[in-house]
């Protein structure tokens, strides 16, 4: 069974904090995607990293995939209460197969 | 149009009942699916079908009874549910099986079963 961790479960940090959320595989991934789900709605994608070594921003938002594809980071700098949320990451793991999701990261911003 | 739209958004049924959930979207996209998310848990994948076809079941018991009519509709077809069913029911689309441009998912259905 190919299992994705993701840590820390559960975050809580004052607004103008820095975070980083992880998500670990001792396999390798074809894609990895972060998604970010808010109460009663479904998870919305905020990017998708396929090159080992990838960076990517996202205004206050900064995605790693690491050189070996089996890790990677979300970073967010000077965290807002508009940044509460679930923070998933999924990833495939062969090409073709369905994303498999880590058990998320649930953050919350108190002002 | 760039939305998955799920209907209804919530759904109350009893254990003997039969209803279906459904799914639309008008990407263009050929693979959708179908996740099951209890609270404070991340979604489970339920099926996935390519090209309209049954491509991924994972063991989802019988209770539970997906189809895909065409390429733009995929129902879930719900009878003899137990209350250990009741959780946000997910709908997703993707351009193709690789996802590599991320999936698009519905609001959701969220189902209570009584």
């Known amino acids: 069974t190919q299992l994705l961790e993701q840590s820390p479960q559960f975050l809580s940090i004052q607004e103008g904090e820095n975070l980083t959320v992880y998500c670990n595989s001792s396999s390798v991934f074809s894609s990895l995607q972060w998604y970010r789900q808010e109460p009663g709605e479904g998870p919305v994608l905020l990017v998708t990293?396929?090159?080992?070594?990838e960076v990517k921003k996202l205004k206050r938002l900064t995605f790693q995939f690491g050189d070996a594809r089996k890790d990677s980071s979300l970073h967010i700098t000077a965290a807002q209460p508009g940044d509460t949320g679930l923070y998933l990451c999924a990833g495939a793991f062969q090409a073709g197969t369905a994303l498999i999701f880590g058990k998320g990261t649930t953050l919350s911003v108190s002002s | 149009d760039t939305e998955v739209t799920q209907t209804p958004k919530h759904l109350v049924m009893g254990m003997t009942n039969k209803k279906s959930l459904k799914c639309e979207q008008h990407m263009g996209h050929r693979a959708m699916y179908w996740y099951k998310q209890k609270a404070k848990k991340p979604p489970e994948l339920m099926f996935v079908?390519?090209?309209?076809?049954?491509?991924i079941n994972e063991s989802v018991p019988s209770r539970f009874s997906p189809e895909c009519p065409n390429s733009s509709l995929l129902n879930l077809h719900l009878h003899a549910l137990q209350p250990e069913d009741s959780a946000l029911y997910l709908c997703a689309s993707s351009q193709d099986l690789t996802g590599g441009h991320g999936y698009t998912f519905g609001s959701g259905t969220r189902l209570t079963v009584v």
């Open positions: 079908y390519s090209y309209e076809k049954l491509s």
């Open positions: 990293v396929v090159t080992g070594g």
